[in-house]
């Protein structure tokens, strides 16, 4: 049985074989295409107040973004042989040893790194 991650990371690889594009998918190309596309979602909240609400047109916009974020993250985990829920857990896993709720609750300061 398959994820729907894993679903998408093949439905991206089919789409890229199909146009022979694998050679453009390089790690390099492809975090580059992730980082601009990462660039054009934050310019969608660029001047936005904080309490400020997305219209329709704009959250159509942000959830387009997003879609090509999500894409460029798992092309380029997929190209890489890295499972992201696996990647994501273990970052959570570390982050829950680095932050202890009783001593960061309610604080954004950055925590040691873990010896």
Request: cysteine-free.
């Amino acid at each position: 049985m398959t994820s729907p991650l894993e679903e998408l990371a093949v439905r991206l690889r089919g789409f890229a074989q199909a146009r022979d594009w694998e050679r453009f998918h390089t790690p390099k190309n492809l975090a580059m295409a992730l980082a601009g596309e990462v660039g054009e979602l934050v310019a969608e909240f660029q001047w936005l107040a904080d309490a400020e609400r997305l219209d329709d047109e704009a959250m159509a916009r942000v959830r387009a973004e997003l879609g090509d974020v999500t894409g460029y993250l798992v092309r380029l985990a997929d190209v890489l042989g890295v499972d992201l829920v696996r990647a994501a857990n273990d970052k959570l896993d570390e982050s829950e040893r680095r932050y202890d709720p009783e001593l960061y609750r309610g604080s954004a300061r950055k925590a040691p790194p873990l010896r």
